[in-house]
Protein backbone atom coordinates (compact mmCIF):
# COMPACT_ATOMS: atom_id res chain seq x y z
CA UNK A 1 0.00 0.00 0.00
CA UNK A 2 1.38 2.96 -1.30
CA UNK A 3 0.47 6.87 0.23
CA UNK A 4 -0.21 9.20 -2.86
CA UNK A 5 -0.78 12.67 -2.34
CA UNK A 6 -2.94 14.51 -5.52
CA UNK A 7 -2.52 18.51 -5.39
CA UNK A 8 -5.88 19.97 -7.09
CA UNK A 9 -8.95 19.12 -7.13
CA UNK A 10 -10.09 19.80 -10.68
CA UNK A 11 -11.27 16.85 -13.40
CA UNK A 12 -7.37 16.09 -13.33
CA UNK A 13 -7.02 15.68 -9.77
CA UNK A 14 -10.38 13.83 -9.10
CA UNK A 15 -10.14 11.30 -11.52
CA UNK A 16 -6.37 10.65 -10.76
CA UNK A 17 -7.32 10.07 -7.41
CA UNK A 18 -10.08 7.59 -7.92
CA UNK A 19 -7.94 5.59 -10.01
CA UNK A 20 -4.87 6.09 -7.53
CA UNK A 21 -7.25 4.50 -4.74
CA UNK A 22 -7.98 1.64 -6.69
CA UNK A 23 -5.28 -0.72 -5.54
CA UNK A 24 -6.57 0.05 -1.73
CA UNK A 25 -3.57 2.90 -1.24
CA UNK A 26 -3.65 5.36 0.87
CA UNK A 27 -5.22 9.04 -1.41
CA UNK A 28 -4.93 12.56 -0.04
CA UNK A 29 -6.19 14.78 -2.60
CA UNK A 30 -5.55 18.43 -1.25
CA UNK A 31 -7.42 21.28 -2.67
CA UNK A 32 -7.02 24.96 -2.04
CA UNK A 33 -10.52 26.04 -2.41
CA UNK A 34 -13.63 25.39 -0.34
CA UNK A 35 -15.00 23.28 -2.87
CA UNK A 36 -13.77 20.81 -5.53
CA UNK A 37 -13.98 21.26 -8.80
CA UNK A 38 -14.88 24.62 -9.12
CA UNK A 39 -13.70 25.49 -12.96
CA UNK A 40 -15.53 21.93 -13.50
CA UNK A 41 -18.64 23.70 -12.34
CA UNK A 42 -18.52 26.51 -14.91
CA UNK A 43 -17.36 24.81 -18.44
CA UNK A 44 -19.59 24.79 -21.18
CA UNK A 45 -21.78 27.81 -19.82
CA UNK A 46 -22.75 25.45 -16.80
CA UNK A 47 -23.65 22.59 -19.16
CA UNK A 48 -20.03 21.18 -18.89
CA UNK A 49 -19.14 19.85 -22.53
CA UNK A 50 -17.02 16.72 -21.14
CA UNK A 51 -15.87 15.03 -24.34
CA UNK A 52 -16.11 15.13 -27.92
CA UNK A 53 -16.88 11.48 -30.03
CA UNK A 54 -14.20 12.66 -32.15
CA UNK A 55 -12.03 9.60 -33.40
CA UNK A 56 -8.34 9.22 -32.16
CA UNK A 57 -6.54 11.40 -35.07
CA UNK A 58 -9.32 13.68 -34.93
CA UNK A 59 -9.29 14.11 -31.63
CA UNK A 60 -5.25 15.00 -31.92
CA UNK A 61 -5.64 17.59 -34.35
CA UNK A 62 -8.17 19.10 -32.02
CA UNK A 63 -5.91 19.74 -29.52
CA UNK A 64 -3.11 22.11 -31.15
CA UNK A 65 -0.64 22.42 -27.92
CA UNK A 66 1.06 18.72 -28.29
CA UNK A 67 -2.21 17.41 -28.89
CA UNK A 68 0.26 14.14 -29.76
CA UNK A 69 1.97 14.22 -26.22
CA UNK A 70 -1.87 12.06 -25.25
CA UNK A 71 -1.44 9.58 -27.62
CA UNK A 72 -1.15 7.18 -24.69
CA UNK A 73 -2.99 8.21 -22.06
CA UNK A 74 -6.09 8.70 -25.14
CA UNK A 75 -5.26 4.96 -25.43
CA UNK A 76 -5.50 4.10 -21.77
CA UNK A 77 -9.10 6.10 -21.22
CA UNK A 78 -10.68 7.42 -24.23
CA UNK A 79 -14.10 9.04 -25.31
CA UNK A 80 -16.48 6.44 -24.72
CA UNK A 81 -14.71 5.41 -21.11
CA UNK A 82 -15.21 8.68 -20.12
CA UNK A 83 -19.10 8.17 -21.31
CA UNK A 84 -19.32 4.83 -19.72
CA UNK A 85 -17.60 6.40 -16.39
CA UNK A 86 -20.41 8.59 -15.91
CA UNK A 87 -23.10 6.96 -17.08
CA UNK A 88 -22.24 4.52 -14.21
CA UNK A 89 -22.29 7.34 -11.78
CA UNK A 90 -25.71 7.80 -12.54
CA UNK A 91 -24.68 10.25 -15.42
CA UNK A 92 -26.02 9.80 -18.37
CA UNK A 93 -25.02 11.69 -21.54
CA UNK A 94 -26.30 13.25 -24.70
CA UNK A 95 -24.66 14.41 -28.14
CA UNK A 96 -24.44 17.58 -29.47
CA UNK A 97 -23.76 19.57 -32.60
CA UNK A 98 -19.90 19.01 -33.82
CA UNK A 99 -19.86 15.77 -31.88
CA UNK A 100 -20.04 16.89 -28.40
CA UNK A 101 -20.93 15.46 -25.63
CA UNK A 102 -22.98 16.86 -22.17
CA UNK A 103 -25.02 15.36 -19.21
CA UNK A 104 -28.74 14.51 -20.30
CA UNK A 105 -29.62 17.11 -17.31
CA UNK A 106 -27.76 20.23 -18.82
CA UNK A 107 -25.76 20.75 -15.67
CA UNK A 108 -21.87 20.73 -14.42
CA UNK A 109 -22.82 20.36 -11.10
CA UNK A 110 -24.34 16.80 -12.15
CA UNK A 111 -20.91 15.80 -13.17
CA UNK A 112 -18.94 17.30 -9.78
CA UNK A 113 -21.16 15.30 -7.86
CA UNK A 114 -20.73 12.09 -9.18
CA UNK A 115 -16.91 12.61 -9.08
CA UNK A 116 -17.45 13.77 -5.02
CA UNK A 117 -19.67 10.67 -4.77
CA UNK A 118 -16.99 8.22 -6.50
CA UNK A 119 -13.80 10.03 -4.47
CA UNK A 120 -15.69 9.15 -1.30
CA UNK A 121 -16.79 5.59 -2.07
CA UNK A 122 -13.25 4.95 -3.06
CA UNK A 123 -11.80 6.46 0.51
CA UNK A 124 -9.94 9.31 -0.95
CA UNK A 125 -9.07 11.39 2.09
CA UNK A 126 -9.99 14.82 0.67
CA UNK A 127 -8.95 18.18 2.62
CA UNK A 128 -10.39 21.21 1.06
CA UNK A 129 -8.83 24.66 1.94
CA UNK A 130 -5.37 23.27 1.52
CA UNK A 131 -3.14 24.84 -0.47
CA UNK A 132 -0.05 23.11 -1.38
CA UNK A 133 3.30 25.36 -1.26
CA UNK A 134 6.14 22.97 -1.92
CA UNK A 135 6.79 19.49 -3.19
CA UNK A 136 9.53 18.01 -1.66
CA UNK A 137 12.29 15.93 -3.79
CA UNK A 138 15.24 14.11 -1.66
CA UNK A 139 17.82 12.23 -4.14
CA UNK A 140 16.00 12.92 -6.89
CA UNK A 141 12.76 10.99 -5.83
CA UNK A 142 9.71 12.86 -3.98
CA UNK A 143 8.84 12.65 -0.42
CA UNK A 144 5.71 14.40 0.76
CA UNK A 145 4.58 17.97 0.00
CA UNK A 146 4.70 21.10 2.60
CA UNK A 147 1.08 22.86 2.90
CA UNK A 148 0.49 26.71 3.02
CA UNK A 149 0.24 26.19 6.99
CA UNK A 150 3.93 24.74 7.18
CA UNK A 151 2.60 21.04 8.13
CA UNK A 152 4.16 18.59 5.99
CA UNK A 153 2.85 15.59 4.68
CA UNK A 154 4.95 12.17 3.70
CA UNK A 155 3.99 10.38 0.44
CA UNK A 156 5.47 7.60 -1.81
CA UNK A 157 3.97 9.33 -4.99
CA UNK A 158 2.76 12.86 -5.88
CA UNK A 159 0.31 13.93 -8.63
CA UNK A 160 0.64 17.47 -9.44
CA UNK A 161 -3.23 18.80 -11.14
CA UNK A 162 -3.25 22.27 -10.24
CA UNK A 163 -4.15 23.55 -13.35
CA UNK A 164 -3.01 26.19 -15.45
CA UNK A 165 -2.99 30.01 -15.10
CA UNK A 166 -7.06 31.28 -16.34
CA UNK A 167 -9.62 32.13 -14.91
CA UNK A 168 -7.87 32.12 -11.55
CA UNK A 169 -10.66 32.87 -9.79
CA UNK A 170 -11.38 29.54 -9.93
CA UNK A 171 -8.06 28.14 -7.98
CA UNK A 172 -5.73 27.69 -11.30
CA UNK A 173 -3.86 30.66 -10.45
CA UNK A 174 -0.90 29.36 -11.93
CA UNK A 175 0.85 28.17 -8.03
CA UNK A 176 1.18 24.60 -9.76
CA UNK A 177 3.41 25.80 -12.39
CA UNK A 178 5.63 27.34 -9.60
CA UNK A 179 6.11 23.86 -7.60
CA UNK A 180 6.55 22.13 -10.80
CA UNK A 181 9.62 24.93 -11.68
CA UNK A 182 11.22 24.77 -8.25
CA UNK A 183 12.04 20.90 -8.50
CA UNK A 184 13.26 21.82 -11.49
CA UNK A 185 11.25 21.36 -14.41
CA UNK A 186 11.02 23.53 -17.09
CA UNK A 187 7.77 25.84 -17.53
CA UNK A 188 6.91 26.70 -21.26
CA UNK A 189 5.73 30.75 -21.77
CA UNK A 190 2.45 31.05 -21.26
CA UNK A 191 -0.05 32.28 -23.37
CA UNK A 192 -3.88 32.83 -23.51
CA UNK A 193 -4.82 29.68 -26.02
CA UNK A 194 -9.16 30.27 -26.15
CA UNK A 195 -9.28 33.55 -25.61
CA UNK A 196 -11.81 36.59 -26.85
CA UNK A 197 -9.61 39.00 -29.24
CA UNK A 198 -9.45 42.88 -28.47
CA UNK A 199 -10.78 45.21 -32.09
CA UNK A 200 -10.82 48.85 -31.56
CA UNK A 201 -13.09 49.62 -34.39
CA UNK A 202 -16.10 51.31 -33.14
CA UNK A 203 -18.35 49.25 -35.33
CA UNK A 204 -17.81 46.19 -34.12
CA UNK A 205 -17.98 47.17 -30.26
CA UNK A 206 -21.67 49.10 -31.39
CA UNK A 207 -22.17 45.40 -32.32
CA UNK A 208 -21.84 43.98 -28.78
CA UNK A 209 -24.58 41.55 -28.06
CA UNK A 210 -24.73 40.31 -31.61
CA UNK A 211 -24.34 36.94 -32.10
CA UNK A 212 -24.05 35.58 -35.57
CA UNK A 213 -24.38 31.83 -36.95
CA UNK A 214 -23.63 30.09 -40.22
CA UNK A 215 -20.73 32.85 -40.73
CA UNK A 216 -17.26 31.91 -42.24
CA UNK A 217 -14.52 33.92 -40.32
CA UNK A 218 -11.07 33.87 -41.85
CA UNK A 219 -7.98 35.39 -40.01
CA UNK A 220 -5.05 37.15 -42.11
CA UNK A 221 -1.97 38.24 -40.36
CA UNK A 222 0.77 40.26 -42.15
CA UNK A 223 -2.04 40.50 -45.38
CA UNK A 224 -1.76 36.75 -45.88
CA UNK A 225 -4.91 34.14 -44.81
CA UNK A 226 -3.77 31.85 -42.07
CA UNK A 227 -7.34 30.11 -40.77
CA UNK A 228 -10.32 30.42 -41.45
CA UNK A 229 -13.24 28.44 -39.56
CA UNK A 230 -17.23 28.76 -40.20
CA UNK A 231 -19.45 28.10 -37.14
CA UNK A 232 -20.58 30.74 -34.08
CA UNK A 233 -19.19 34.24 -32.91
CA UNK A 234 -20.53 37.27 -31.15
CA UNK A 235 -19.65 40.88 -31.06
CA UNK A 236 -18.83 42.31 -27.43
CA UNK A 237 -17.73 45.98 -25.77
CA UNK A 238 -14.17 45.16 -26.42
CA UNK A 239 -14.30 42.65 -29.69
CA UNK A 240 -15.23 39.51 -30.21
CA UNK A 241 -15.64 36.16 -29.27
CA UNK A 242 -17.48 32.74 -29.64
CA UNK A 243 -16.69 29.67 -30.16
CA UNK A 244 -14.70 30.13 -33.83
CA UNK A 245 -13.43 32.80 -32.75
CA UNK A 246 -12.01 31.16 -29.27
CA UNK A 247 -10.57 28.37 -31.81
CA UNK A 248 -8.57 31.31 -34.15
CA UNK A 249 -7.51 32.84 -31.02
CA UNK A 250 -4.45 30.27 -30.64
CA UNK A 251 -2.36 31.65 -33.23
CA UNK A 252 -3.81 34.87 -33.59
CA UNK A 253 -2.48 35.48 -29.80
CA UNK A 254 1.25 34.12 -30.40
CA UNK A 255 0.82 36.34 -33.72
CA UNK A 256 0.11 39.25 -32.05
CA UNK A 257 2.76 38.81 -29.43
CA UNK A 258 5.16 39.00 -32.01
CA UNK A 259 4.07 42.08 -33.35
CA UNK A 260 2.22 40.30 -36.32
CA UNK A 261 -0.96 42.75 -37.76
CA UNK A 262 -3.89 40.47 -37.90
CA UNK A 263 -7.75 41.13 -39.44
CA UNK A 264 -10.35 38.96 -39.69
CA UNK A 265 -12.69 39.08 -42.62
CA UNK A 266 -16.73 37.73 -41.88
CA UNK A 267 -18.08 36.38 -44.98
CA UNK A 268 -22.19 36.74 -43.66
CA UNK A 269 -23.11 33.97 -46.91
CA UNK A 270 -20.60 31.60 -47.41
CA UNK A 271 -23.46 29.33 -48.71
CA UNK A 272 -23.69 31.04 -51.89
CA UNK A 273 -21.18 32.33 -54.50
CA UNK A 274 -20.57 35.54 -55.15
CA UNK A 275 -22.76 35.35 -58.55
CA UNK A 276 -25.64 33.67 -56.68
CA UNK A 277 -25.75 36.31 -53.58
CA UNK A 278 -25.93 38.85 -56.26
CA UNK A 279 -29.36 36.92 -57.63
CA UNK A 280 -30.23 36.78 -54.68
CA UNK A 281 -30.16 40.03 -53.34
CA UNK A 282 -31.50 40.96 -56.76
CA UNK A 283 -34.92 39.19 -55.80
CA UNK A 284 -34.84 41.07 -52.48
CA UNK A 285 -34.38 44.34 -54.27
CA UNK A 286 -37.43 43.41 -56.94
CA UNK A 287 -39.55 42.37 -53.70
CA UNK A 288 -38.59 45.94 -51.91
CA UNK A 289 -38.58 47.76 -55.12
CA UNK A 290 -40.25 50.88 -53.91
CA UNK A 291 -38.41 50.90 -50.44
CA UNK A 292 -35.07 52.47 -49.28
CA UNK A 293 -32.04 50.66 -49.61
CA UNK A 294 -31.51 49.58 -45.76
CA UNK A 295 -35.42 48.60 -45.32
CA UNK A 296 -34.87 45.81 -48.41
CA UNK A 297 -32.39 44.17 -46.59
CA UNK A 298 -34.35 42.95 -43.63
CA UNK A 299 -34.77 39.37 -45.12
CA UNK A 300 -30.70 39.17 -45.39
CA UNK A 301 -29.34 40.43 -42.45
CA UNK A 302 -29.77 41.20 -38.41
CA UNK A 303 -31.27 45.10 -38.19
CA UNK A 304 -28.19 45.81 -36.69
CA UNK A 305 -25.86 44.79 -39.36
CA UNK A 306 -27.54 46.61 -42.26
CA UNK A 307 -26.20 50.24 -41.92
CA UNK A 308 -22.50 48.20 -41.23
CA UNK A 309 -22.65 46.71 -44.55
CA UNK A 310 -24.14 49.48 -46.17
CA UNK A 311 -21.30 51.47 -44.76
CA UNK A 312 -18.70 48.94 -45.75
CA UNK A 313 -20.25 48.97 -49.30
CA UNK A 314 -20.51 52.57 -49.58
CA UNK A 315 -24.08 53.04 -50.30
CA UNK A 316 -26.06 55.68 -49.10
CA UNK A 317 -28.85 53.62 -45.99
CA UNK A 318 -31.91 56.29 -47.52
CA UNK A 319 -30.99 55.21 -51.35
CA UNK A 320 -34.00 53.59 -53.13
CA UNK A 321 -33.82 50.24 -53.87
CA UNK A 322 -34.83 51.09 -57.84
CA UNK A 323 -31.92 53.14 -57.77
CA UNK A 324 -29.32 51.17 -56.60
CA UNK A 325 -26.73 50.84 -59.36
CA UNK A 326 -25.15 47.42 -60.43
CA UNK A 327 -21.22 48.57 -59.47
CA UNK A 328 -23.39 49.22 -55.99
CA UNK A 329 -24.59 45.44 -55.57
CA UNK A 330 -21.51 44.39 -56.60
CA UNK A 331 -20.18 46.26 -53.62
CA UNK A 332 -22.69 45.17 -51.44
CA UNK A 333 -21.99 41.65 -52.50
CA UNK A 334 -18.05 41.83 -51.32
CA UNK A 335 -19.43 43.49 -48.11
CA UNK A 336 -21.44 40.62 -47.16
CA UNK A 337 -19.01 38.25 -47.94
CA UNK A 338 -15.56 39.99 -46.62
CA UNK A 339 -16.42 42.29 -43.64
CA UNK A 340 -13.02 43.00 -42.28
CA UNK A 341 -11.61 44.67 -39.00
CA UNK A 342 -8.35 44.67 -37.98
CA UNK A 343 -7.38 42.80 -34.22
CA UNK A 344 -5.44 45.18 -31.70
CA UNK A 345 -4.59 42.31 -28.97
CA UNK A 346 -6.53 39.58 -27.20
CA UNK A 347 -7.80 39.71 -23.52
CA UNK A 348 -5.16 38.60 -21.05
CA UNK A 349 -4.97 35.24 -20.11
CA UNK A 350 -7.05 35.44 -16.82
CA UNK A 351 -10.04 35.95 -19.35
CA UNK A 352 -8.68 32.31 -21.60
CA UNK A 353 -10.77 29.17 -21.24
CA UNK A 354 -7.58 27.59 -21.48
CA UNK A 355 -3.68 28.08 -20.96
CA UNK A 356 -0.75 27.69 -23.31
CA UNK A 357 2.17 26.80 -22.24
CA UNK A 358 3.35 24.84 -18.81
CA UNK A 359 5.51 21.90 -17.61
CA UNK A 360 7.21 20.59 -20.83
CA UNK A 361 6.27 17.69 -22.24
CA UNK A 362 9.72 16.57 -22.72
CA UNK A 363 9.87 16.16 -19.49
CA UNK A 364 7.24 13.73 -18.64
CA UNK A 365 6.97 9.98 -20.09
CA UNK A 366 3.64 10.08 -21.87
CA UNK A 367 3.01 6.88 -21.55
CA UNK A 368 3.01 6.91 -17.28
CA UNK A 369 2.77 10.55 -17.16
CA UNK A 370 6.27 10.45 -14.49
CA UNK A 371 8.61 13.64 -14.63
CA UNK A 372 11.62 12.15 -16.13
CA UNK A 373 13.66 14.43 -13.45
CA UNK A 374 11.97 13.20 -9.89
CA UNK A 375 11.24 9.58 -9.61
CA UNK A 376 7.27 9.40 -7.49
CA UNK A 377 6.26 12.79 -9.23
CA UNK A 378 3.32 12.79 -11.75
CA UNK A 379 1.80 15.35 -13.88
CA UNK A 380 -1.87 15.39 -14.99
CA UNK A 381 -4.16 18.34 -16.36
CA UNK A 382 -3.71 22.14 -17.93
CA UNK A 383 -0.19 22.01 -15.61
CA UNK A 384 1.28 20.84 -18.27
CA UNK A 385 1.91 22.14 -21.93
CA UNK A 386 -1.24 21.36 -23.37
CA UNK A 387 -4.36 22.81 -25.21
CA UNK A 388 -6.87 21.97 -27.22
CA UNK A 389 -9.79 23.70 -28.94
CA UNK A 390 -13.18 23.91 -27.64
CA UNK A 391 -15.91 21.20 -28.12
CA UNK A 392 -15.06 18.78 -25.06
CA UNK A 393 -11.21 18.62 -25.77
CA UNK A 394 -9.74 20.07 -22.76
CA UNK A 395 -11.76 18.29 -20.34
CA UNK A 396 -11.27 14.51 -22.07
CA UNK A 397 -7.29 15.69 -22.19
CA UNK A 398 -7.58 16.15 -18.28
CA UNK A 399 -9.55 13.18 -17.77
CA UNK A 400 -7.33 10.69 -19.70
CA UNK A 401 -3.82 12.25 -18.20
CA UNK A 402 -5.75 11.91 -14.85
CA UNK A 403 -6.65 8.53 -15.45
CA UNK A 404 -3.36 7.56 -16.30
CA UNK A 405 -1.27 9.03 -13.67
CA UNK A 406 -3.46 7.83 -11.34
CA UNK A 407 -2.91 4.32 -12.17
CA UNK A 408 0.67 4.52 -12.36
CA UNK A 409 1.12 6.48 -9.50
CA UNK A 410 -0.60 3.57 -7.70
CA UNK A 411 1.41 0.81 -9.21
C1 LIG B 1 -15.26 29.27 -18.63
C2 LIG B 1 -14.63 27.96 -19.02
C3 LIG B 1 -15.38 27.02 -19.69
C4 LIG B 1 -14.79 25.79 -20.08
N1 LIG B 1 -15.58 24.88 -20.70
C5 LIG B 1 -15.02 23.70 -21.09
C6 LIG B 1 -15.84 22.68 -21.66
O1 LIG B 1 -17.08 22.78 -21.73
N2 LIG B 1 -15.21 21.55 -22.11
C7 LIG B 1 -13.87 21.38 -22.00
O2 LIG B 1 -13.35 20.34 -22.45
N3 LIG B 1 -13.07 22.28 -21.36
C8 LIG B 1 -13.63 23.43 -20.90
N4 LIG B 1 -12.85 24.35 -20.25
C9 LIG B 1 -11.43 24.01 -19.97
C10 LIG B 1 -11.35 23.07 -18.75
O3 LIG B 1 -12.18 23.55 -17.72
C11 LIG B 1 -9.93 22.94 -18.22
O4 LIG B 1 -9.08 22.56 -19.28
C12 LIG B 1 -9.88 21.89 -17.10
O5 LIG B 1 -10.66 22.33 -16.00
C13 LIG B 1 -8.45 21.63 -16.64
O6 LIG B 1 -8.51 20.69 -15.60
P1 LIG B 1 -7.38 20.58 -14.48
O7 LIG B 1 -7.87 19.56 -13.51
O8 LIG B 1 -6.07 20.38 -15.11
O9 LIG B 1 -7.30 22.01 -13.80
P2 LIG B 1 -8.43 22.90 -12.94
O10 LIG B 1 -9.76 22.50 -13.39
O11 LIG B 1 -7.94 24.26 -13.15
O12 LIG B 1 -8.18 22.37 -11.48
C14 LIG B 1 -7.00 22.64 -10.77
C15 LIG B 1 -7.32 22.67 -9.28
O13 LIG B 1 -6.11 22.77 -8.55
C16 LIG B 1 -6.28 23.63 -7.44
N5 LIG B 1 -4.97 24.16 -7.04
C17 LIG B 1 -4.17 24.99 -7.75
N6 LIG B 1 -3.05 25.25 -7.08
C18 LIG B 1 -3.12 24.54 -5.92
C19 LIG B 1 -2.25 24.39 -4.82
N7 LIG B 1 -1.06 25.00 -4.78
N8 LIG B 1 -2.65 23.62 -3.77
C20 LIG B 1 -3.86 22.99 -3.80
N9 LIG B 1 -4.72 23.10 -4.84
C21 LIG B 1 -4.34 23.86 -5.88
C22 LIG B 1 -7.22 24.70 -7.98
O14 LIG B 1 -7.89 25.37 -6.94
C23 LIG B 1 -8.15 23.88 -8.88
O15 LIG B 1 -9.29 23.44 -8.19
C24 LIG B 1 -13.42 25.55 -19.80
C25 LIG B 1 -12.67 26.49 -19.09
C26 LIG B 1 -13.27 27.68 -18.70
C27 LIG B 1 -12.45 28.69 -17.92
Not at 152 to 169: Q, R
Not at 175 to 188: D, P, T
Not at 209 to 222: E, I, K, M, P, Y
Not at 300 to 312: A, E, S, T, W
Request: charged share 20%; aromatic share 8%; hydrophobic share 45%.
Amino acid sequence: MKTIVVIGAGPAGMMAAIQAAANNNKVILLEKNAKLGKKLMITGKGRCNITNIADLSEFIKNIPGNGKFLYSAFKNFFNDDVVNFFEALGVPTKVERGGRVFPQSDRAIDVVTALADKLYDSKVELRLNTKVERIIVEDGLVTGIKMSDGNILKADAVILAAGGASYPGTGSDGSGLKLAQAVGHKIMPLHPALVPLVSEEAWVRDLQGLSLRNVRVSAFTDNKKTDEMFGEMMFTHFGVTGPIILSMSRQIALDVASGKKIYLAINLKPALTPEKLEARIQRDFQKYTRKQIKNAMIDLLPHRLIPVVLNFAYIDAEKFVNAITKKERLRLVNALQKLSFDIHGVRPIAEAIVTGGGVHVKEIDPKTMQSKLVNGLFFAGEVIDIDGYTGGFNLQAAFSMGYTAGIMAGK
